[in-house]
């Protein structure tokens, strides 16, 4: 297994288009999260899936922003109408056990968005 | 609000030395973990603590969580250049389904 991948890694879009992002997690792995992290800043939760099941949203997660996982594989995170406030690194993560005490997330290496 | 603190927010060290990393909250938690990231990567996971007072090694850092699971501190020993990254801690709330992640820390070693 080739770990967490993220497509695209950079993505520059205009103000009001709107953008995808897919993310492959580790194949055995039932959890998948979304982050966003901004300069200087730690990573803030999104949502998360269990399997193909959305079971948290946070409320950073705007109506513009909507994620999928159809078959309880791969996720795509859209943006609708992007703004120069989603200028972000957005950060897939999976797990096996979801926050289970011993097992901790692994990242991919994040979708770095610039609106402009 | 932030759940996690960390300080220093920064910091910039000649190789060798010593530096001690802080991750202070209100909260408890049920399991901390440290993770180290790269410019333009995403974190990496060093280390998960998830009893009070534990003490954990890796090599040249030391992990400890607090007695009142509160807090925990990152320790490195004669620091290296590839020691160098953004290092940030993480914890989990009972049995809620994410974790929370403090503000980072971001180091330098010079050579």
């Known amino acids: 297994d080739t770990g967490v991948s993220q497509n695209p890694r950079h993505k520059i879009t205009k103000r009001g288009q709107n953008v995808t992002f897919r993310c492959d997690p580790i194949?055995?792995?039932?959890?998948l999260y979304w982050y966003r992290q901004t300069l200087g800043q730690g990573p803030e939760f999104l949502t998360y899936?269990?399997?193909?099941?959305?079971?948290?949203k946070s409320r950073l997660l705007s109506d513009r922003f909507s994620a999928e996982r159809p078959k309880g594989s791969f996720s795509t995170l859209e943006i609708q109408r992007t703004e120069q406030g989603d200028s972000a690194m957005y950060l897939c993560a999976s797990s096996p056990f979801g926050v289970h005490k011993n097992y901790g997330y692994t990242f991919g290496s994040g979708t770095r968005l610039t609106v402009v | 609000t932030q759940l996690l603190e960390q300080s220093p927010q920064f910091l910039s060290i000649q190789e060798g030395e010593n530096l001690t990393v802080y991750c202070n909250s209100s909260?408890?938690?049920?399991?901390l973990q440290w993770y180290r990231q790269e410019p333009g990567e995403g974190p990496v996971l060093l280390v998960t603590?998830?009893?009070?007072?534990e003490v954990k090694k890796l090599k040249r850092l030391t992990f400890q969580f607090g007695d009142a699971r509160k807090d925990s501190s990152l320790h490195i020993t004669a620091a290296q250049p590839g020691d160098t990254g953004l290092y940030l801690c993480a914890g989990a709330i009972g049995t809620g389904n994410q974790f929370y992640f403090g503000t980072g820390t971001s180091l330098t070693v010079i050579p």
């Open positions: 603590v998830v009893t009070g007072g």
């Open positions: 909260s408890v938690f049920s399991s």
């Open positions: 194949s055995e792995h039932n959890r």
């Open positions: 899936f269990q399997n193909e099941a959305q079971l948290e």
